[in-house]
């Protein structure tokens, strides 16, 4: 049973930075993808930035040049380090991972507030 855990989420001022973490545990094979997905209250969840196997990633426009995601293959852990957090921002935040047998794992979630 392949479980996701995720940490790093708060409050922070506008202009701050929050460095989010997520652990995947457990049998995992044919590994696709690792990515974090945002929702935030009364909006469909979406996809915010995706590091796929082959070290290709993807960044939603509305984050792009403020959020970098990156990943530690031998710890199975996957990072999303934002910078310069707008209220926009707010949501809770989905550690997500893809494998081409079993397809989605999702985190529990994590919170990121951004407010003064």
């Known amino acids: 049973q392949v479980q996701l855990v995720e940490s790093g989420g708060g409050l922070v001022q506008p202009g701050g930075s929050l460095r989010l973490s997520c652990a995947a545990s457990?049998?995992?094979?044919?590994?696709?993808?690792m990515g974090w997905y945002r929702q935030a209250p009364g909006k469909q969840r979406e996809l915010v930035a995706v590091i796929r196997s082959t070290g290709t990633t993807n960044y939603a426009d509305t984050v792009k040049g403020r959020f970098t995601i990156s990943a530690d293959n031998a710890k199975n852990s996957v990072y999303l380090q934002m910078n310069s957090l707008e209220p926009e921002d707010t949501a809770m935040y989905y550690c997500n991972l893809y494998t081409y047998d079993i397809g989605d794992y999702w985190g529990q979630g994590t919170q990121v507030t951004v407010s003064s």
């Open positions: 457990g049998s995992i094979s044919r590994f696709g993808a």
